[in-house]
């Protein structure tokens, strides 16, 4: 699927001219001597960017010609004023780079203000423990099309091996072709490391899955709170609040990024059209090209070509069954918690 970068209205409000009461021509610098960075952090109206070949964290706000353009976490911004990162200095974005993937979220599905929560990320890293808590397939299933939709890959990281084997979750999402690293308590996690090199992976999943131990292990010091998972409810406590962007040690020579989305309760999939989720699955989206205008190729739509490929034997029916059941999770009601 192609990823989407700036809707077009983000553009359309940059480059709309203000009114202004001087000439255009004289106060629109042209910043040739800013610097590039990437946004870390972000938290009420301050920006935590790290310069390019820079070790120093940078503490910036918007400019002013940004208007009311989001700045997130993973962006690519171009930075001038004060620079140094030392204490209390306090720097400027004036441009935000063209965004290769954008992973959003609506507020709730009924709620359809759309909120991008990381930029430029390539990866959906969807932890789930196998046991306490236990594993919630629809929630998986609607990361799925969070990913799908970002045109992010989804890597699906099963947590607490432990304490239940992975065979039944396992055995779901095989035939959708979702790479899988199974965890336990103490194992080395090289493989998870090798997946995450090189890229730029966002981790979600719900509270108590382990995602902050792991996050521990993969970047030391990053001092994510590890909550305790309570015994009655097998939830843990929501520790840990706001999105952060973290450097991973390289990995056989291959730097890496994480973010860590501690602060995501709910996944509102209002944004997603179902039309276009096939698109992540090119072979099957072949077999869709005489289905009928707005087909969706769910369940039950009529003369879907997905249900021709079958009766002709050409698509593979687990596969096919997989597609409609994570597409019609879209619209189910669960929440992250
Ligand atoms: N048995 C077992 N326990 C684990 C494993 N990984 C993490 N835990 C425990 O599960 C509990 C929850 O882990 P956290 O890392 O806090 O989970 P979290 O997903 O960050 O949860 P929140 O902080 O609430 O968002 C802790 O008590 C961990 O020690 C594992 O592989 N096996
Ligand atoms: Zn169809």
Same mark, same amino acid.
């Given at each position: ?5 700036? @809707? ?20 629109? =610098? ?22 390019? /070949? ?8 918007? !400019? ?9 976490? *993973? ?11 030392? &204490? +209390? ?24 203000? &759309? ?5 430029? !990320? ?28 970002? +045109?992010?890959? =989804? ?9 239940? /084997? ?8 095989? %035939?959708? +072709? ?13 493989? #998870? ?13 719900? %509270? ?12 030391? *010091?990053?001092?994510?709170?590890? *909550?305790?998972?309570? /015994? ?11 999105? #952060?962007?973290?450097?991973?040690? &390289?990995? &056989?020579?291959?730097? @890496?990024?994480?973010?860590?989305? =501690?602060?995501?309760? %709910?996944? @509102? ?12 699955? =090119? ?14 190729? *769910? ?5 879907? +070509?997905?249900?021709?490929? #079958? ?17 019609? !999770? ?8």
């Amino acid at each position: 699927m192609a990823a989407r970068g700036y @809707g077009e209205h983000d553009h359309e409000h940059y480059e709309r001219p203000r009114r202004r009461t001087r000439p255009r021509t004289k106060d629109r =610098p042209t910043y040739d001597d800013a610097e590039d960075g990437r946004v870390v952090r972000v938290d009420r109206g301050r920006y935590t960017v790290l310069v390019d /070949d820079q070790d120093e964290l940078v503490t910036a706000m918007k !400019a002013r010609p940004l208007g009311r353009k989001g700045v997130v976490v *993973g962006d690519h911004v171009r930075l001038v004023g004060d620079t140094t990162g030392d &204490e +209390g200095s306090l720097a400027r974005i004036v441009e935000v780079r063209e965004r290769a993937t954008v992973l959003r979220r609506t507020a709730d599905d009924d709620d359809p203000v &759309e909120r991008v929560i990381v930029a430029n !990320a390539d990866q959906l890293v969807i932890v789930t423990a196998l046991a306490n808590p236990e594993p919630r397939p629809g929630l998986l299933d609607r990361a799925l099309v969070a990913a799908y939709d970002a +045109g992010m890959a =989804p890597l699906l990281v099963l947590t607490k091996a432990d304490l239940a /084997d992975p065979e039944t979750l396992l055995a779901t999402y095989r %035939s959708l +072709g979702v790479p899988w690293v199974v965890t336990r308590k103490g194992a080395d996690i090289d493989e #998870i490391r090798d997946r995450l090199a090189g890229r730029t992976s966002v981790l979600i999943g719900h %509270s108590g899955v382990g995602k902050s131990t792991l996050v521990n292990r993969l970047v030391p *010091g990053a001092d994510r709170e590890v *909550g305790r998972v309570n /015994d009655v409810t097998g939830r843990g406590r929501h520790t840990s609040t706001s999105a #952060i962007m973290l450097a991973l040690p &390289e990995h &056989e020579g291959r730097p @890496g990024w994480i973010v860590d989305t =501690p602060g995501i309760r %709910s996944f @509102g999939l209002a944004h997603v059209r179902p039309e276009h989720l096939i698109e992540a699955f =090119p072979d099957l989206d072949e077999m869709t090209e005489d289905c009928p205008r707005g087909c969706t190729h *769910g369940a039950g739509e009529p003369e879907c +070509g997905l249900d021709a490929a #079958i009766a002709a034997g050409e698509a593979d029916v687990d596969r096919v069954t997989s597609f409609r059941r994570v597409l019609a !999770a879209r619209e189910s009601a669960e929440v992250w918690d």
